[in-house]
């Protein structure tokens, strides 16, 4: 595993007996005692993770993403299933993720956590103590928000799951660093239903960065990687929010949060710079909404299983 930690599958065992022997609910600090040395032996794996590749970061976000989504958070999107019908086959590409996870398993969300410091984002404590699903379905995935969900059915899928339309925004601002292929572009550029017919570019976006965006993803190019928040790719922080209110949202579904009253008062809230001495408080709402993103529809106590191998049931 390198400097500053222990052997990976010494890890991996001790979190095993401790989650399989422990009863109870969620709460900050679950291995302390048990296991003092877990959640640092995580941070250790991801700063490493991180410095040799700077977009594993982003991607862990996006599995607990996918992961909480699909009928809670129970990591089922680990699960590599015969025949591509696991939620793995959905639409996560990101091997380099699944890799690091072997390397160190938490029954949690403890990583995305630690992930966000690696950003400039905010440190926030994880509850741990989940057990993993014993299920796991390409099918469901269809539950995920969509690059193409209008806001109704974003607003739909996420209230769902108990999340209201600021924790929407909040999470959709993850996309403050990270980067999507040109893939999910090739609709709103080039396929996009026009009002009067037709198709064409979305209209909504600004003529000066339609021809910025078609430069980057010619037609029929799937798999160019570009900026999910325009000018600050790699900082967590707010731009995202006032990228989507002047226009500049690059996929269709941040975009859309400019189209509903309530999704549009929440990001012209924290767009300002009078919000970050006066609130709402950016950092700190966000790191609220990932907590209660991971606790979605999770397993504790006996309910569930403590998984040998991540990506395999008992």
């Not at 999340?163 to 572009?185: I, N, P, Q, R």
């Amino acid at each position: 595993m390198g400097r500053g930690g222990g052997s990976p599958a010494i890890l991996l065992v001790v979190l095993l007996v401790v989650a399989g022997v422990c009863n109870g609910q969620l709460q900050v600090g679950f291995y302390s005692k048990s296991c003092p040395a877990a959640e640092s032996t995580v941070a250790s794996v991801v700063r490493q993770a991180a410095a040799a590749d700077n977009t594993i970061l982003p991607a862990l976000v996006r599995l607990q993403f996918h992961d909480c989504f699909v009928k809670g958070c129970d990591a089922s999107v680990l699960i590599k299933g015969g025949n591509n019908n696991a939620e793995l086959a959905s639409r996560l590409d990101g091997t380099r993720t699944f890799m690091l996870m072997d390397r160190v398993f938490v029954t949690g969300g403890g990583v995305c956590a630690r992930a966000w410091v690696q950003t400039g984002g905010p440190s926030f404590d994880v509850p741990t103590g989940r057990r993993d699903g014993k299920t796991s379905n390409l099918r469901d995935a269809d539950a995920l928000p969509d690059v193409h969900d209008s806001i109704e059915v974003l607003r739909s899928k996420f209230a769902a799951n108990g999340l209201d339309d600021k924790e929407l925004v909040l999470l959709s601002s993850a996309h403050t660093v990270g980067t999507t292929a040109c893939f999910f572009l090739q609709d709103r550029l080039y396929n996009f239903p026009l009002p009067g017919g037709g198709r064409g570019a979305d209209p909504s976006i600004p003529e000066s960065f339609l021809s910025e965006l078609r430069s980057r993803c010619a037609p029929g190019d799937f798999n160019t990687r570009l900026p999910l928040d325009r000018g600050s790719e790699n900082s967590f922080d707010t731009s995202i929010l006032r990228n989507i209110r002047n226009g500049f949202a690059v996929i269709a579904s941040d975009a859309v949060l400019y189209n509903h009253t309530t999704t549009v008062d929440v990001v012209d809230s924290y767009s300002t710079l009078l919000s970050t001495f006066f609130g709402p408080y950016f950092r700190q709402d966000f790191a609220d909404a990932m907590v209660k993103m991971g606790s979605i529809a999770v397993l504790t106590g006996s309910v569930g299983e403590v998984r040998k191998v991540c990506s395999k049931f008992n």
